[in-house]
T-cell receptor
Framework: GENVEQHPSTLSVQEGDSAVIKCTYS??????FPWYKQELGKRPQLIIDIRSNVGEKKDQRIAVTLNKTAKHFSLHITETQPEDSAVYFCAARDGGATNKLIFGTGTLLAVQP | DTEVTQTPKHLVMGMTNKKSLKCEQH?????MYWYKQKAKKPPELMFVYSYEKLSINESVPSRFSPECPNSSLLNLHLHALQPEDSALYLCASSQVQGYEQYFGPGTRLTVT
């Protein structure tokens, strides 16, 4: 089955800097890769996603890149702000019969003002 | 309505109690999910309903019993839980199973 690894587990940046979180997956049949942001005590919020037929997708200050050959995808946040502080989870849709999302272990991002 | 709602927000129950969690969405989504989340961990899939039929049961103990009365509602019936079942229970929905899942705010469950 699918396995997703996420790095780093914690990331501290200064306000205005960029942040990059990386994930690798094992199942070459996976075709959908979402990113969720979860603030303390809140629900996971879908912030951006990418399908396997696309290499990059941007939405204002956030972008996701996908390298199917290397089986990794990354979240890029530019001009970070204190409100970006949260736990970020990557996920991959299992390419098998279940079609379930397999989540990474999460990255705690702290943006220092 | 673009949100998934869940009730109650908090629930404290004893190990002999029976209680139910409720989830509702009015986005016309045909897949609905129950996840369990422990502190500092990713959501852990429990059940998936697709077109009101149980699609996935991740070998969840029978003390958790899901129900999908219609395409907008999802319940999770709880009975004889253990203290280790204390967690945040999240409901999610999506138009197609496995894609673009939107989460509800969760029910914080404490088993005493």
């Amino acid at each position: 089955g699918e396995n997703v690894e996420q790095h780093p587990s914690t990331l501290s940046v200064q306000e205005g800097d960029s942040a990059v979180i990386k994930c690798t997956y094992s199942d070459s049949a996976s075709n959908y890769f979402p990113w969720y942001k979860q603030e303390l005590g809140k629900r996971p919020q879908l912030i951006i996603d990418i399908r396997s037929n696309v290499g990059e997708k941007k939405d204002q200050r956030i972008a996701v890149t996908l390298n199917k050959t290397a089986k990794h995808f990354s979240l890029h946040i530019t001009e970070t702000q204190p409100e970006d502080s949260a736990v970020y989870f990557c996920a991959a849709r299992d390419g098998g019969a279940t079609n379930k999302l397999i989540f990474g272990t999460g990255t705690l991002l702290a943006v220092q003002p | 309505d673009t949100e998934v709602t869940q009730t109650p927000k908090h629930l404290v129950m004893g190990m002999t109690n029976k209680k139910s969690l409720k989830c509702e969405q009015h986005m016309g989504h045909r897949a609905m999910y129950w996840y369990k989340q422990k502190a500092k961990k990713p959501p852990e899939l429990m059940f998936v309903y697709s077109y009101e039929k149980l699609s996935i049961n991740e070998s969840v103990p029978s003390r958790f019993s899901p129900e999908c009365p219609n395409s907008s509602l999802l319940n999770l019936h709880l009975h004889a839980l253990q203290p280790e079942d204390s967690a945040l229970y999240l409901c999610a929905s999506s138009q197609v199973q496995g894609y673009e899942q939107y989460f509800g705010p969760g029910t914080r469950l404490t088993v005493t």
